[in-house]
T-cell receptor, first 111, second 116 residues
Framework: GQQLNQSPQSMFIQEGEDVSMNCTSS?????WLWYKQDPGEGPVLLIA?????ELTSNGRLTAQFGITRKDSFLNISASIPSDVGIYFC???????????FGQGTRLTINP | EAGVAQSPRYKIIEKRQSVAFWCNPI?????LYWYQQILGQGPKLLIQ????????DSQLPKDRFSAERLKGVDSTLKIQPAKLEDSAVYLC??????????????FGSGTRLTVV
């Protein structure tokens, strides 16, 4: 089936640093989504992207839909302790309804 | 608006036993999804319902997993018999429509299953 390769798998940063993570696929996606999952909870949607080249922000988060439709990037600026968690990318194929998730990026912040 | 409710939160069973999980979606949401999330991985879709009909169950191990959504509201996911590799978090999600699933696509907190 379709797979998303998300990197890095984990990040250890200092509070205040910027964070970048990305997702790539061999398949073309119609929609890219970024979720955050806290321990013991389900994923929560952060940003949704619908068009190739689209750049969308949500507070300190910025995500981009790659021009090839096969990748996406998420940046977090000026990280704070509550940014700790696991970030997942997810893609929706054209004509399909289900979401395909990446493996996740675990973000740890040292105060 | 109440979220997606799931129970139980945790379950520990021995292999070859049976287990069932329950999900109550957000009121009025037509589409319901069950995902399996193995530790260290992203969620993987098991089955998708539109009202009380199955839309996609291509990744559901049908020899041991079954799911139903009677009356198009609550849903149950059953595993019989369970294997060690079924240890995972089972997430339920719902959305108002299957056309644009990411709109209002809300996940529950999940049921963590441990098979020993």
């Amino acid at each position: 089936g379709q797979q998303l390769n998300q990197s890095p798998q984990s990040m250890f940063i200092q509070e205040g640093e910027d964070v970048s993570m990305n997702c790539t696929s061999s398949s073309i996606f119609n929609t890219w989504l970024w979720y955050k999952q806290d321990p013991g909870e389900g994923p929560v949607l952060l940003i949704a992207l619908y068009k190739a080249g689209e750049l969308t922000s949500n507070g300190r988060l910025t995500a981009q839909f790659g021009i090839t439709r096969k990748d996406s990037f998420l940046n977090i600026s000026a990280s704070i302790p509550s940014d700790v968690g696991i970030y997942f990318c997810a893609g929706q194929l054209r004509g399909a309804q289900k979401l395909v998730f990446g493996q996740g990026t675990r973000l740890t912040i040292n105060p | 608006e109440a979220g997606v409710a799931q129970s139980p939160r945790y379950k520990i069973i021995e292999k070859r036993q049976s287990v069932a999980f329950w999900c109550n979606p957000i009121s009025g949401h037509a589409t319901l999804y069950w995902y399996q999330q193995i530790l260290g991985q992203g969620p993987k879709l098991l089955i998708q319902f539109q009202n009380n009909g199955v839309v996609d169950d291509s990744q559901l191990p049908k020899d041991r997993f079954s799911a139903e959504r009677l009356k198009g509201v609550d849903s149950t996911l059953k595993i019989q018999p369970a294997k060690l590799e079924d240890s995972a978090v089972y997430l339920c999600a719902s959305s108002p429509s299957s056309d644009t699933p990411h709109y209002g696509y809300t996940f529950g907190s999940g049921t963590r299953l441990t098979v020993v």
